[in-house]
């Protein structure tokens, strides 16, 4: 699944809005069995400030794959692909399952 998203100011910050910090759900895997949600600690204005991490996160990986000087290989590209972006992914596993 692949989300793009666009922010150039237009869209006033929701007034219930937290900035992103330890303390939201999604800040780190979930030790419950399957990484399931706590679903007891996630608020709704919980997600925005994940999701935003998750994609400013996930541009300085891909920045730093694309900037990478090592030759080009399976592990250092493709690998490297798939493993980044897991938080904006769990936030946003979670938002379709809400």
Do not use: K, W
């Amino acid at each position: 699944m692949t989300l793009l998203g666009c922010n150039r100011g237009s869209t006033p910050a929701s007034a219930d809005a937290v900035p992103f910090s330890s303390a939201n759900p999604f800040a780190s895997a979930s030790p419950l069995l399957y990484q399931a949600p706590p679903f007891d600690r996630i608020h709704d204005a919980d997600y925005q400030p994940a999701v935003e991490e998750g994609m400013r996160r996930q541009l300085a990986e891909v920045a730093g794959i694309a900037s990478d000087t090592a030759v080009p290989s399976f592990d250092n590209t493709i690998v490297a692909l798939e493993r980044f972006g897991a938080r904006c992914s769990r936030a946003l596993l979670r938002c379709s399952t809400r």
